[in-house]
C-alpha cells in the first residue's frame, strides 16, 4: 500500500514505498530539560537502528479529560523549547496546533503541523493550518470511517498544500474504548498520501480513569507490528522514559529503555512487506 505521493519533513522523505519513519516523543512538553533529554536519546537510539526520526511533542493539550490537568508549558515557551530540540538535537519536529491564531507562529518552528483528532472536520481551523504552507500530518476523528477522511484532505488540499500524511489512532468502539481495524490502513492509502499509524492512542482508553484517559500500553507492540506488515509510512508512538509518572498519557505510552527492541523488529518487518 505504498501511498501515490511523497512529503518533504526536513531533510527526511516520507512515502512512495521508502522505509518507515518514526514519530515520537512524549506526549506534552514536561519542562526543557525533560524534552532535550527524550530527544537525544531517540535520536540516539533511531540512528543506532537505522530508522528517520521526527520529534513529537505537544506545548498545549487542550483536550485533556479534566480542567485541572496539566496541559504543558503554553505557545511561547513550548515553542522556545522545540526550536531548542531542532537546532541542538538536530531533529525535525512536529507538534499540534488546536486554533487558527497559533498557526503562525508554529509554523516557524515545526517541520509539521498536526490537527488533532478532534478538530478534523474543523473546516476554517484546516484551511488555516494547510494554507501556512508547511507539511501537515491530520489525525483520523475517532468518530470517522476511514473512508471520511477523503474530504477532509480534500479541504487542506484546496489550499494548494499537498504536503500531506493522514494518521490512524483508532476508531471509537462503545464506551471508554477504542479498536484499531487494520483495514482502515489501505483504505485511508487510497487517496494518495503517506499514511500514518498512532500505536499508542490506538490503545487509549479516553476517559477511562474518569479524571483521565487509560491506556493498554501492552497492546502497542502487537499493533505497531502489524501496521508496519500492512505497509504504514510512519508510526507514531509517543514515548516516555518513566510512562506511569508522565504527566499526560502515560498509559499508553510506551518505555523509553523498550524502543529500541521494538524498532529493530518494525524495520525487519518493514523491508519484508517493501521487498514484497
Not at 522505509?19 to 512538553?29: D, K, L, Q, R, S
Not at 498557526?103 to 478538530?119: C, G, I, K, R, S
Not at 490506538?202 to 477511562?208: M, R
Given at each position: 500500500m505504498p501511498s501515490a505521493r511523497t512529503v518533504t519533513v526536513g531533510p527526511l522523505r516520507l512515502g512512495g514505498g521508502?522505509?518507515?519513519?518514526?514519530?515520537?516523543?512524549?506526549?506534552?512538553?514536561?519542562?526543557?530539560?525533560?524534552?532535550?533529554?527524550?530527544a537525544a536519546a531517540l535520536?540516539?537510539?533511531?540512528?543506532?537502528v537505522g530508522v528517520p526520526l521526527v520529534y513529537k511533542s505537544s506545548f498545549d493539550k487542550a483536550n485533556r479529560t479534566a480542567g485541572a490537568a496539566y496541559r504543558g508549558p503554553g505557545l511561547h515557551d513550548g515553542l522556545e523549547i522545540l526550536a531548542a530540540v531542532r537546532r541542538e538535537v538536530g531533529v525535525p519536529v512536529?507538534?499540534?496546533?488546536?486554533?487558527?491564531?497559533?498557526?503562525?507562529?508554529?509554523?516557524?518552528?515545526?517541520?509539521?503541523?498536526?490537527?488533532?483528532?478532534?478538530?478534523c472536520r474543523q473546516t476554517d481551523f484546516l484551511l488555516a493550518v494547510a494554507g501556512a504552507g508547511r507539511p501537515v500530518n491530520v489525525k483520523k476523528g475517532q468518530f470517522l470511517a476511514p473512508w471520511d477522511m477523503g474530504p477532509v484532505l480534500g479541504k487542506l488540499a484546496s489550499t494548494g498544500n499537498h504536503n500531506l500524511m493522514v494518521t490512524e489512532r483508532g476508531v471509537s468502539f462503545g464506551y471508554n474504548n477504542l479498536v484499531a481495524d487494520m483495514r482502515s490502513l489501505p483504505a485511508l492509502a487510497e487517496f494518495g498520501y503517506p499514511v500514518v499509524y498512532d500505536a499508542g492512542?490506538?490503545?487509549?482508553?479516553?476517559?477511562?480513569?474518569?479524571?483521565?484517559?487509560?491506556?493498554?500500553?501492552?497492546?502497542?507492540?502487537?499493533?505497531a507490528r502489524a501496521a508496519v506488515a500492512v505497509g504504514v509510512d510512519a508510526v507514531f508512538l509517543e514515548v516516555h522514559e518513566n510512562p506511569d509518572q508522565a504527566l499526560?498519557?502515560?498509559?499508553?505510552?510506551?518505555?523509553?529503555d523498550e524502543l529500541e527492541a521494538l524498532l529493530r523488529e518494525l524495520k525487519r518487518i518493514d523491508a519484508l512487506t517493501k521487498e514484497s
Open positions: 521508502r522505509p518507515f519513519v518514526f514519530i515520537g516523543g512524549p506526549c506534552v512538553i514536561e519542562s526543557r530539560d525533560h524534552a532535550m533529554r527524550h535520536r540516539a537510539i533511531t540512528e543506532r512536529i507538534t499540534d496546533v488546536h486554533e487558527p491564531s497559533q498557526v503562525a507562529a508554529v509554523a516557524e518552528v515545526a517541520d509539521v503541523l498536526q490537527t488533532p483528532a478532534f478538530l492512542h490506538s490503545v487509549q482508553l479516553p476517559g477511562g480513569q474518569g479524571t483521565a484517559s487509560g491506556g493498554q500500553r501492552h497492546f502497542i507492540r502487537p499493533l499526560s498519557d502515560g498509559p499508553n505510552s510506551y518505555r523509553l
